[in-house]
Nanobody, 126 residues
Framework: QVQLVESGGGLVQAGGSLRLSCAASGRIFGHYIMGWFRQAPGKEREFVAAITWSDGTPIYEDSVKGRFTISRDNAKNTVYLQMNSLKPEDTAVYYC???????????????????WGQGTQVTVSS
């Protein structure tokens, strides 16, 4: 069992930055994948970024490449999402998630993730 708690969301102006954190409790194994997803009102939950717990290999959704950076701190069992050059269309609830296997890496489908956090709201004003 893995529990995930996100933090760091808030209100920011377009062009600004935020750093989201996801603290994981429970045993995190090297073959796990940690991902970030987001869901805007009336829209499906969509993939943002993911990282392999073992060696930190990242993958990004095209619209955030060059603006967002995912990283992890194995000692703290924490995953981060640094978000720069934020746009109003980045407004959403951001969720952290854990996939239990990297066998089919990269994992961008939300159905591949088993554990989810409660989400943190990010609002970008124009």
């Amino acid at each position: 069992q893995v529990q995930l708690v996100e933090s760091g969301g808030g209100l920011v102006q377009a062009g600004g930055s935020l750093r989201l954190s996801c603290a994981a409790s429970g045993r995190i194994f090297g073959h796990y994948i940690m991902g970030w997803f987001r869901q805007a009102p009336g829209k499906e939950r969509e993939f943002v970024a993911a990282i392999t717990w073992s060696d930190g290999t990242p993958i990004y959704e095209d619209s955030v490449k060059g603006r967002f950076t995912i990283s992890r701190d194995n000692a703290k069992n924490t995953v981060y999402l640094q978000m720069n050059s934020l746009k109003p269309e980045d407004t959403a609830v951001y969720y952290c998630a854990t996939a239990l296997s990297s066998f089919r890496w990269p994992l961008t489908n939300k159905n591949d993730y088993t554990y989810w956090g409660q989400g943190t709201q990010v609002t970008v004003s124009s």
